[in-house]
């Protein structure tokens, strides 16, 4: 049954810090020995991140002005706050991403009501709180009482798949269904800093962000284009493989990100093999060489996994572009980054394109999606006749 789309919309929090910033700081830290130091500055360098989004603000903070939560200005040390410490400041601030993107989504779709929304599945790994953000939103956003919740918590850099094959699902099931998916990460809130070479790479990539669809079988809610999602399918490397080089603990003084150097090569070995069962949904792509597929949206976990993603699948430039220039821009967003790259291709990709998707976590898992790019289908035409049909809107940042 043919599924489209409506609106994908993004949010980030004010303060915005440059990658040479993040890196002086870093390398002050007193704890890092000299050794440290110099490889600080080679990964920054070499991120291929120009500048980074973040809820805390108080990283520039003068002397005068006191010890903040997450940096005392005046020894110019990033302070070990606590679990508990850091959880909060996620329930203060998360709310305001996740409100922010989901009323941008809405806003870009003329003919969408708060009360046409029915379901509303949130995304998050960096905190929680209950009510949750899934209750916040229904609260901030004005809708019904009756919406139902979902969360999808906990699950890392990839979830936002799974919470788009949960709208699908339910689209397929109810043609009326109206489903708004919001993915919110404050990761920065979680930066650590020591001599482990596998967490200097982490504090040189997270960000803070939220990226927002509305999905739904209805044949339009205003939207200019559509993208058709056809097919969803969720990949795990060979057992052994890559289960300790990416993962995410919680610790004593935050949340710990396992993330290995191996990670790019385990990619580079796997990544024709986790694509297989999506190509396979048909059978022309399975047999057509990768870079057929015009668009591709590839979670930037890192530079040196999209250079491997690249030599390994043999694409071009151009159609790494979008998922290069979001890591240029935004840095690495947990589950909130694939959406800003198929905002990117819901905005400027050619009616008839196909898009495939993929992003990585824990696991090592790989998930991955195909998608067509399309114009919106006929306004008169009836929820009845578009019953298989899933919209997903863009919405502008």
């Known amino acids: 049954m043919p599924v489209y789309a409506h609106s994908i919309a993004t949010a980030v929090p004010e303060t915005v810090y440059l990658q040479s910033e993040l890196r002086d700081m870093v390398k002050a830290q007193p704890q890092l020995e000299r050794l440290s130091q110099r490889l600080v500055s080679m990964i920054y360098n070499a991120s291929a991140i120009d500048q980074r989004h973040s809820?805390?603000?108080?990283?520039?903070?003068?002397?005068?002005?006191?010890?903040?939560?997450?940096?005392?200005?005046?020894?110019?040390?990033?302070?070990?706050?606590?679990?508990?410490?850091?959880?909060?400041?996620?329930?203060?601030?998360?709310?305001?991403?996740?409100?922010?993107?989901?009323?941008?989504?809405?806003?870009?779709?003329?003919?969408?009501?708060?009360?046409?929304?029915?379901?509303?599945?949130?995304?998050?790994?960096?905190?929680?709180?209950?009510?949750?953000?899934?209750?916040?939103?229904?609260?901030?956003?004005?809708?019904?009482?009756?919406?139902?919740?979902?969360?999808?918590?906990?699950?890392?850099?990839?979830?936002?798949?799974?919470?788009?094959?949960?709208?699908?699902a339910f689209c397929e099931a109810d043609a009326g269904a109206v489903v708004l998916v919001i993915a919110a990460e404050l990761c920065s809130i979680h930066m650590r800093v020591n001599n482990d070479p596998d967490t200097l790479i982490a504090s040189s990539l997270f960000a803070d962000g939220a990226g927002a669809a509305i999905v739904s079988a209805r044949p339009s809610l205003g939207s200019a284009h559509t993208l058709r999602l056809d097919a969803f399918e969720t990949t795990l490397t060979p057992v052994g493989v890559g289960e300790a080089d990416m993962a995410w603990k919680i610790g004593d003084e935050g949340f710990e990100m396992v993330l290995s150097t191996y990670v790019p090569d385990i990619i580079e070995a796997h990544i024709v093999g986790a694509l297989t069962p999506l190509l396979n949904s048909e059978p022309q792509l399975a047999a057509a060489p990768h870079r057929q597929i015009e668009r591709w949206a590839i979670h930037p976990g890192g530079r040196s996994i999209l250079?491997?993603?690249?030599?390994?699948?043999?694409?071009?430039?151009?159609?790494?572009?979008?998922?290069?220039?979001?890591?240029?821009?935004?840095?690495?967003?947990?589950?909130?980054?694939?959406?800003?790259?198929?905002?990117?291709?819901?905005?400027?990709a050619t009616d008839g394109e196909r898009v495939c998707a993929m992003a990585f976590g824990p696991g090592l898992t790989v998930e991955t999606g195909l998608m067509t790019h399309c114009p919106v289908p006929a306004a008169q035409a009836s929820p009845a006749q578009h019953s298989g049909e899933l919209q997903l809107a863009a919405g502008r940042h």
């Open 55 to 168: 809820s805390i603000d108080e990283l520039r903070r003068a002397p005068e002005d006191g010890v903040g939560t997450f940096y005392d200005p005046v020894t110019r040390q990033l302070l070990f706050s606590s679990t508990g410490v850091r959880n909060n400041f996620y329930a203060e601030a998360a709310p305001k991403l996740f409100t922010e993107a989901g009323r941008r989504a809405m806003a870009s779709c003329p003919d969408l009501k708060a009360s046409d929304i029915t379901h509303v599945i949130t995304v998050s790994c960096t905190g929680f709180y209950a009510p949750g953000p899934d209750y916040d939103v229904v609260r901030s956003l004005g809708l019904s009482a009756q919406t139902q919740r979902f969360h999808v918590g906990f699950m890392g850099c990839y979830a936002a798949f799974p919470a788009l094959k949960m709208a699908k």
């Open 307 to 348: 250079d491997k993603v690249q030599t390994s699948l043999d694409l071009s430039d151009e159609q790494l572009a979008p998922s290069r220039e979001v890591l240029r821009s935004y840095g690495n967003m947990s589950s909130a980054t694939v959406l800003f790259i198929l905002k990117d291709l819901l905005e400027n």
